[in-house]
């Protein structure tokens, strides 16, 4: 449905995508990690025609999107990083003025805005105006106006920055209700546990080139993920016998067969200027760690 | 053509649930207008119009005046799309550039000439003015030339400014220098030479004259022809510069 290739952006000297691709089959759902600058909204405005690439090509549904903008724009919907509604319209407006810039008829308008807020939410809200929704009531009405006239390729940037948990859930069931009915899906977010709810197929992006995709089991198995993390104050003790690998100032870490007992003991007296040790488990965020060589972002749980 | 008339219902429709700024700029001249009226005819006597009773500049002067105002809405409009965050997902749409501009443009046509047809007929009721023999399709050619003349100028600034503090101090100050100029505060002939001079570079000289000619000179379409087919013209100069200016992936800022 989608296949983006070699895409290549520069903003001045700053290299914002470097021949990345990205390509996405429908039904598919593809989680597009990266920390902040890593490239992703970059891509995805790329892919939704909002940015002109400087080399690449994009196609989506096989229309060349870069040739025929307007009409690769009505296979795809997007729901960009910062919530884009009209505060003044209510809910239905919002969702039907949408659906109509999409060319959807009067019927079929009005049944999907239904539809669509049925999904996430957002029925009982239906002629509350945009400005009197909570800030999760209007991510999900951000959200929805992306869904209304069912894209078959669905953009979402960081939908759930800022959401509270009911949201997150209406917004991770709707996602993969969409996939399940054939849409493919790109899903940027810092937050992992909604990676593995999802289910989605894993692409991570850094400093704009793509380090590695696969699915969840793949990328664990591909990466060696076992090892400690630890920080130190001051100089490491020389005769560690260890691969230590800097990772920030002050922090190191040691992938492969080292327990955190091994550490210890080699360390010996120089332990007590240990501050922290922490295993590394085989789980995204440390799959995302060794691929990177850095921790994604955090946002704060609301 | 359908996103262009999604978005110009969309202007419709916030205009509907957001009638205020309208509602102001309809008040306000009605409010300023009999401040003027005695003033105003007596420099209409003066000036050789001896049955004037000022109303017939004061309504005209105040609808162009006031008009301007309300035609930056269209640039306001436009930035607010910025400010609300949704002008990507209009450009995401399957809407070209210039479907965009035309949803835009032509409901605030629309929306202009109704403004000033209703504030010449409430100006009329409050202030007595009578068409006393001009023709009314006349005075509807020049509302509706007048519409089109500034909703195209301020579509050409707002697809030159970056910010919308440079439309709002445009506005603001443009329509009292061209409203000034244009002799909707005081009649032309009653300005310094230079003045004069320089009036017909403005939009609100050629809407008055036309303006003077129905509501003074008892003109017909005829008369009118002339400041309705440089209106028009300009509106088309402009309105084509604005389509080759406009970018529709140019970061706009609306008030901070």
């Known amino acids: 449905m989608l296949d983006a290739r ?53 196609r989506i549904g096989g229309v060349d999107a870069l040739g025929d903008p307007e009409r690769a724009a009505r296979l795809l919907g997007i729901a960009p990083q910062e919530t884009g509604i009209y505060t003044v319209l209510t809910v239905r407006e919002n969702l039907e003025f949408f659906g109509e810039l999409s060319g959807l008829s009067r019927n079929d308008r009005t049944r999907r805005a239904t539809e669509v807020a049925e999904q996430l939410g957002l029925a009982d809200l239906f002629d509350r105006p945009g400005r009197k929704l909570s800030g999760g ?5 951000h959200t929805a106006c992306a ?35 054939g849409a493919a899906v790109v899903y940027t977010t810092h937050y992992m546990p909604e990676v593995e709810s999802l289910d989605a197929d894993i692409v991570i992006i850094d400093e704009g080139r793509i380090c590695a995709k696969g699915t969840r089991a793949e990328l664990i198995a591909q990466h060696q993920m076992q090892g400690v993390r630890f920080e130190f104050r001051g100089e490491l003790p020389p005769h560690l016998g260890l691969d230590v690998e800097s990772v920030a100032a002050n922090s190191y870490r040691i992938l492969g067969d080292v327990t955190m007992a091994d550490l ?23 799959m995302f760690l060794v691929v990177t060589g850095r921790h994604i972002e955090h946002e704060v749980e609301p | 053509m ?68 309300v035609a930056g809405s269209v640039g306001f409009s436009l930035y607010r799309e910025h400010g609300w965050r949704t002008w990507d997902r209009l450009r995401a749409s399957a809407a070209s550039s210039k479907s965009l501009l035309a949803g835009f443009a032509i409901p605030w046509i629309v929306i202009h000439v109704g403004y000033q ?51 709002n101090a445009f506005q603001n100050v443009g329509a009292m220098v061209f409203g000034g100029l244009g002799g909707a505060l005081v009649p032309i002939e ?13 939009p609100a000289y050629w809407a008055m004259r036309g303006h003077r000619s129905v509501f003074l000179e008892q003109g017909g379409v005829s008369d009118v022809a002339l400041p309705v087919a440089v209106m028009l013209a300009v509106a088309v100069v402009f309105a084509f510069l604005a389509s080759l200016r406009f970018r529709a992936d140019e970061t706009k800022e609306f008030f901070a």
């Not at chain 1, 597009?32 to 891509?43: C, D, E, S």
């Not at chain 2, 047809?117 to 007048?146: C, E």
């Not at chain 2, 009653?190 to 403005?202: I, S």
Request: net charge negative; proline share 4%; charged share 15%.
């Open chain 1, 6 to 58: 070699d895409l290549t952006k520069a903003y001045g000297d700053v290299e914002a995508l470097n021949s990345a691709d990205l390509t996405v089959k429908q039904g598919q759902i593809v989680a597009l990690l990266g920390r902040n600058g890593a490239g992703k909204t970059t891509m995805l405005s790329i892919i939704a025609g909002l940015l002109q690439p400087d080399a690449g090509t994009v």
């Open chain 2, 2 to 69: 359908t996103a262009a008339l999604a978005v110009a219902k969309l202007q419709l429709r916030i205009l509907r649930n957001d009638p205020w700024f309208l509602l102001i700029m309809f008040l306000m001249p009605l409010a300023v207008m009999p401040l003027f009226k005695q003033t105003m005819g007596l420099s209409l006597v003066s000036s050789g119009f001896s049955e004037a009773t000022g109303a017939e500049l004061v309504v005209p002067g105040q609808a162009v005046l006031f008009g301007f105002f």
């Open chain 1, 264 to 286: 210890l003991d080699r360390f010996g007296d120089a332990a007590s200027q240990l501050v922290s040790v922490e295993s590394l488990a085989p789980d995204l965020e440390t």
């Open chain 2, 117 to 167: 047809l209703v504030l010449f007929v409430a100006g009329g009721m409050v202030l007595g003015l009578r068409l006393n023999g001009g023709s009314p399709l006349a005075a509807l050619l020049v509302i509706t030339a007048y519409s089109a003349c500034v909703i195209a100028l301020i579509l050409l600034l707002s697809s030159t400014f970056r910010t919308v503090n440079r439309l």
């Open chain 1, 137 to 141: 009531e209007a991510r999900r009405l």
């Open chain 1, 147 to 181: 869904l209304v006239h069912a894209p078959q390729l669905l953009l979402l940037d960081e939908p759930t920055v800022g959401a509270d948990v009911a949201t997150r859930q209406h917004l991770i069931e709707t996602v993969k209700s969409m996939a399940a009915d």
């Open chain 2, 190 to 202: 009653q300005l310094p030479g230079w003045a004069q001079a320089v009036a017909p570079a403005t």
